[in-house]
Antibody, heavy 116, light 108 residues
Framework: EVQLLESGGGLVQPGGSLRLSCAASGFTFSSYAMSWVRQAPGKGLEWVSGISGNGDNTYYADSVRGRFSVSRDNSKNTLYLQMSSLRAGDTAVYYC?????????WGQGTLVPVSS | EMVMTQSPATLSVSPGERATLSCRASQSVSSNLAWYQQKPGQAPRLLIYGASTRATGIPARFSGSGSGTEFTLTISSLQSEDFAVYYCQQYSNWPPVTFGGGTKVEIK
C-alpha cells in the first residue's frame, strides 16, 4: 500500500523559511516523479512543484519559482520542499503526491500558516 | 496558463439520484483530464484519469466522459459517502497542471 507522510509544517513569520518532508513507502520511490500540491483554507487545489524520479528535472508554479526548491533523497525515500521568503498567500495545507501529471496517491497534508 | 472551469459550484442531489458535474478547459486538453474527490479534512482521491478511465478501486457508479474542452463526471446513483467536493484537473499543458475550482455535491 502506498503511504505518503508529510511533516515539517508549522507557523512561520512572513519572510521566513521552512522545509517540508514527505516520507514515502509501499512503492519504488525512485521510479516515480513526485509533486507538491497546496490548498489554502477553504480554497481549491494548486500545484506547486514537481520533480522527476531521479531528481534531474524540477518544475515550479510561477507563484513560487525562485522562492521554493524541491528535492528528493531516493536513498531515504523522501521528498522535500524548501520554502523561503514566505508570504501570507503561501498559507495552505501542503500535500505531497505521487506523479507530476496526474496524482494517484496523496499524503494527508501538513499545514503551513504564514503570519506574524 | 490553462484555465479549468467547473459547474455548478454546488449541486444538491438526493441519495440514489444521478449527479452530473461539468468541467470546461480554456483550450483543448485532448483526453488529458483527471477527476478527484475530496471529503472534509481529507486529501483528494483520484477517481478518473484519461477523461474516462477509473482509477484502481473506484466504483463503477463513477464515470467520466468528454474530450477536447468539455468533460463530464457522472455519479449514477449517489451514495452517502459520495457527498464531497470534486475537482477536475488537466495535464495536457504542463507544467503547470491546473485544477478547476471544484463542485460541491451536497445532500438535497
Amino acid at each position: 500500500e502506498v503511504q505518503l507522510l508529510e511533516s515539517g509544517g508549522g507557523l512561520v513569520q512572513p519572510g521566513g523559511s521552512l522545509r517540508l518532508s514527505c516520507a514515502a513507502s509501499g512503492f519504488t520511490f525512485s521510479s516515480y516523479a513526485m509533486s507538491w500540491v497546496r490548498q489554502a483554507p477553504g480554497k481549491g487545489l494548486e500545484w506547486v512543484s514537481g520533480i522527476s524520479g531521479n531528481g534531474d528535472n524540477t518544475y515550479y508554479a510561477d507563484s513560487v519559482r525562485g522562492r521554493f526548491s524541491v528535492s528528493r533523497d531516493n536513498s531515504k525515500n523522501t521528498l522535500y520542499l524548501q520554502m523561503s521568503s514566505l508570504r501570507a498567500g503561501d498559507t495552505a495545507v501542503y500535500y505531497c503526491a505521487q506523479g507530476v501529471m496526474k496524482f494517484h496517491s496523496w499524503g494527508q497534508g501538513t499545514l503551513v500558516p504564514v503570519s506574524s | 496558463e490553462m484555465v479549468m472551469t467547473q459547474s455548478p459550484a454546488t449541486l444538491s442531489v438526493s441519495p440514489g439520484e444521478r449527479a452530473t458535474l461539468s468541467c470546461r478547459a480554456s483550450q483543448s486538453v485532448s483526453s488529458n483530464l483527471a477527476w478527484y474527490q475530496q471529503k472534509p479534512g481529507q486529501a483528494p482521491r483520484l477517481l478518473i484519469y484519461g477523461a474516462s478511465t477509473r482509477a484502481t478501486g473506484i466504483p463503477a457508479r463513477f464515470s467520466g466522459s468528454g474530450s477536447g474542452t468539455e468533460f463530464t463526471l457522472t455519479i449514477s446513483s449517489l451514495q452517502s459517502e459520495d457527498f464531497a467536493v470534486y475537482y477536475c484537473q488537466q495535464y495536457s499543458n504542463w507544467p503547470p497542471v491546473t485544477f478547476g475550482g471544484g463542485t460541491k455535491v451536497e445532500i438535497k
